[in-house]
């Protein structure tokens, strides 16, 4: 397996995949890969039953466009020699790595591609400028790989309600799935992030999906009223950890719509800070 | 020639093209077609030196979205069969004629694309909201169409100039061609907005190229100072019109920044109203 820094050679490989009639599957990631990006790989592996229609390009890129100027860019983890290496057993069939400047050639781009209404609150809120960092930067993906199928993570639901409205929007011809969250044994949603938890506050951190399964539950029980699992969510998290609350809310599990009454398929969405950490977290209730 | 107007269609029928190796080479525009457009089929044809490589599709399409609230989206002329046949005839393969639920099927589009720095001023300023409707829209295109290159006119100097910087930034994979603006035998840049004119209106119209025309001969006879001729520009204009003067500007020709003094390719572009009227037209002028 190959990793490719330039998008010159990138297309130009692809475009040997396309020549023998691969299907292009995409799996954009910020790297420092973990099985929840695993998984996406071997899902798509799975779904490719002769093993050898799909081409599986994954990209590794730590968008500076969807960090805020307090935020951990800087410190983010990056280990491209381990995720080459975790990729290619997952069945990638090339890494796409750019510099920033490959991406960015005059630092930023005066181009850039929003959506409105989804982005609004949950993450938006406390993330300004974020989610126009993440539809810009996959655009520029999307125009680069032109996949036919790009995978994304359930753990960022927001941000993959906000790339299907995207697609929708502007007719990119991709098919997007949304993948499973994969968890760690007690629960905490895999993320890269959580490499910055202190040992206690990776002791606390599985609160957050147990608060989640609690408001699941209540909701599977009949219980229609968001301010009473809210509640119970937030209250759990109080007392079971340290955890700064940022929002729990729950929201329309397809356009993000608040709503008084629980009286369709919802998503319960929350994002607590550990220490400095921002953990974010989700689960979509059928209703 | 067929004119399809679903997006599905056409990408079927533009899929059966790729097939065959074809170029996919676009051409949009709003329709009412005159010379300026036909002018791009034709240039397109002449470039396809075997007469069979080029598959030359071109969208009819006048998008609500690039209108302002008092603008002439109503009003703005159309008529489908006149250019159907009109196009057949300057070698245009397919025509794509969209309706507005087609392109826009919850009546707008959550998602935009905008384009920063080179949209401000000029026709920024005065139709705001207008560049955002077309990189949102020619996004959707360039997506449903997939082209290799595309046309643009250069009478719509602005657009070309945004529409380059948002294929560069979002690695739109699309060779982008400017084509000369047509002109009437007298100098008036040809537009489907001429159809608004008075006779006596029509008459005036020519004082725009002709203003042009005297600030590039400046231009070449040695002067830099570009609030001299702006002001040359401007006499004329009120000489020989009763037009209502929007901008006169000089810029940069490649990225439309504003120049103190005149020691590159520069653009000369105006807008003005003649009666409700509002014409617009440039001339680059090699330094």
Do not use: W
Request: aromatic share 6%; charged share 25%.
């Amino acid at each position: 397996m190959n990793i490719i820094k330039q998008i010159d050679a990138l297309r130009e490989n692809i475009n040997q995949a396309k020549k023998q009639n691969k299907t292009i599957v995409f799996i954009p990631t910020m790297g420092f890969l973990h099985q929840g990006h695993l998984s996406m790989a071997e899902l798509a592996r799975r779904q490719d039953e002769t093993r050898s229609k799909f081409y599986i390009v994954m990209s590794i890129f730590v968008n500076p466009l969807q960090f805020g100027p307090n935020e951990d860019y800087d410190k983010y983890p990056r280990d491209l020699s381990r995720d080459a290496e975790l990729a290619q057993r997952a069945g990638v069939d090339i890494i796409f790595a750019p510099t920033v400047h490959e991406m960015y050639p005059e630092g930023t781009s005066l181009t850039t591609v929003s959506v409105a209404e989804v982005t609004e609150g949950l993450c938006g809120a406390g993330r300004p400028g974020h989610f126009q960092g993440v539809t810009t930067v996959v655009s520029k993906l999307f125009n680069i790989v032109q996949p036919d199928i790009a995978y994304f993570g359930q753990k960022d639901y927001q941000q993959a309600i906000t790339i299907k409205k995207m697609v929708q929007d502007l007719n990119f011809p991709i098919e997007i799935i949304v993948a499973p969250t994969v968890r760690e044994q007690d629960g905490l949603a895999m993320s890269s992030r959580n490499s910055y938890l202190s040992p206690e506050e990776r002791r606390q951190a599985p609160v957050l999906y147990r608060s989640l399964q609690e408001g699941a539950a209540l909701i599977k029980q009949g219980e229609t009223r968001p301010e009473i699992i809210r509640e119970k969510i937030v209250q759990r998290i109080r007392n079971e950890s340290t955890g700064q609350i940022e929002y729990v809310e729950i929201r329309n599990a397809d356009n993000l719509a608040t709503t008084s009454i629980i009286d369709s398929n919802v998503v319960i969405a929350l994002a607590v800070r550990l220490g400095s950490t921002r953990l974010i977290d989700n689960i979509v209730v059928e209703v």
